[in-house]
């Protein structure tokens, strides 16, 4: 399971605690198989996450121990309502829910209330009751929109922005392993869709020349050596320094996304991804402050949100499928 399924999954528990007015006991340590993670095999919760800051959305204990008994498991019939009136705190304090595959679905099935955090979440960030409805919530993208990664990769990401200099775009390149995971077909499909010639065709359409680009990939920037013509290209490697004291690949990862919500465009390999980065985009709605050279900017608790996060055709912004290129982004 990778990081997004994980923050996915965590996001939703996060959400059955506001709504039951419970502590919720997370992880000390996030772990992953090594085809997910490189480096650091178990970093600490506390290494990505701000718990001082989520604590402020609900109460949090992290404990690894697999010791503690007394638990009771809510049946799966049992939505956050029926766990609310059936299990009090005093005669049931402490409370498990055990889902088959992925946590997170106790949230796209409804057996999580998702309402109450979303007022919470409106409390937080200053924006009036309602403003969130049942497609821009937070939900399963509470964690996944760099609100709450740690101030320590939020100050990384800060200083990454500041090298970076003015505005720039970012591209999510998503190959190697989708290239294995796919059929012979398909994989040659894929390969055409993310080669840098395709690349570089709908970069012109969608980002002015001379522009600068953030790519966050597994190839390596010679890859994309045909496009350093026409843009100011940037990676991972040309910040090794300011990156270098990150121990795994998830931090690394939690600071590109941080990159990705700050930039004016974005494009994701897979269309399907798309609506995952926009409900994180959710902080993006306070209202903007006067930043450096008066630019009007947005930044939430440490992270900047872009105008990538308002693009009305957001849809079109992806590899795979083909986009249609009938929209022509302009910052709105």
Known sequence: ???????????????????????????????????HNRGEACPTFESLFDVELLGRLVKLRLSNS???????????????RCA????????????ERRQHGFWFQACLQHSVDTDHLARRTEALLGLPNGHYDAETAPSLALLRSGLFYSKTLKAIARKVRRQIGGTYSSIHLRRSDKLRA??????????????????????????????????????????????????????????SEL?????????????ESLLFVGSEL???????????????????????????GGRLTRQVFGVAYGRACSRMCHEDLHLIPPPTQRCVPDGS
């Open 1 to 35: 399971m990778g990081l997004n399924h994980q923050m996915s999954s965590l996001s939703c528990a996060i959400n059955e605690a506001s709504f039951l007015g419970r502590a919720l006991v997370l992880p000390a340590f996030i772990c992953t198989d090594s085809g």
């Open 66 to 80: 697999t010791s503690e008994s007394g638990y009771t498991t809510i049946p799966k019939t049992c939505g956050s």
């Open 84 to 95: 609310r009136d059936e299990y009090s705190c005093d005669r049931h304090p402490l409370l």
């Open 182 to 239: 796919a059929g012979a077909v398909q994989a040659r499909v894929r390969d055409q869709a993310t080669q840098t010639t395709t690349l570089l065709s709908l970069m012109r359409h969608w980002i002015p020349p001379r522009s600068t680009i953030y790519i966050g990939s597994t190839e390596p920037p010679a890859f994309f050596a045909p496009m350093a013509s026409s843009y100011r290209l940037l990676f991972a490697s040309n910040f």
């Open 243 to 255: 990156l270098e004291p990150l121990s795994n690949n998830y931090a690394t990862y939690a600071v």
């Open 266 to 292: 974005y494009v994701e390999t897979y269309g399907y991804t798309r609506g995952n980065y926009m409900r994180g985009c959710f902080p993006y709605h306070v209202q903007p402050k006067a930043g450096v």
